[in-house]
């Protein structure tokens, strides 16, 4: 495993990060939660190659690296300019941004913000708005049993988001649409940690895991598509709760190529991990062409 890295941005901001690869072609992943360290995206670091860095970091607030004390600033647009300090500070020149789940919105937001850094964009098993993300909510209760809703309910009454039983329910109710197809638990998954201070700041005040009334509240990267001009990989599970946002997205980004894994929900990468970096492998072969 890549040794544990520290690069510093503009403003004496630190941020951890492991590598492997050589260019001049760079994948940046940003990963999700929000608040997750990258270690569950590890898988990805096999498509490395002689022509390509693959560069897995560690967000604001996230893990060792540099966070604003102001929950207020953990946000969308200020993650997309972590994204171009790091890419000034690291010395890319071809930029492909690979944003899994809410790191998909930093990095709809960095191709709003710096298009005419990018080389491409990839966007696997994420949304491009918060209404999206109260739909996939919706769907997820929907298919939850009447068992499951009721005791939700009375948990959510008593605002016991912080109980090992909310926690052990929330994620029942999200199996199907997040891990369906994983038996036990990963090497890679487990090795990640999530930032509290961070999920709360932008997703859930409170905890409660239904109710989005973070930084993320009003947030909508739809207007954006019409104007991303760069190549552009959509990717997602079939069973994933944001497959019908991942859509929406592919029709109206021009540029983007749509591919559905049929035995994948949202952790697609661990699920079918050989489809999952091949389908990014054939897309950066296309636009690199190495």
Known sequence: MPRLRHVTTAGRRSFEYISRGHGPATLLVHPGGPGYTYHYLRPLLGLATSHLRVILFNPRGVGGSWGPRQSDDYTVQNQAQDVEALRRALDIDELHLLGFSAGGFAALEYAHRYQSKLASLLLCATAGSTEEIRQSNRLMLSKASPAQRKRLAELTKSKAFDSPEYAALGEAI?????SRFLNGMPRDL????VSKKV??????????EFVIDGTLARWDGRRYYSKIEVPTLVLVGRYDFFLDASREMADRIVPAHLRVLPQSSHLAHLEQPRQFLNAIREFLLDVTGD
Do not use: Q
């Open 174 to 178: 999200s199996r199907p649409f997040n």
């Open 190 to 193: 487990k090795a990640s940690k």
């Open 199 to 208: 999920y709360r700041a932008m997703m859930t005040r409170t905890g409660d």
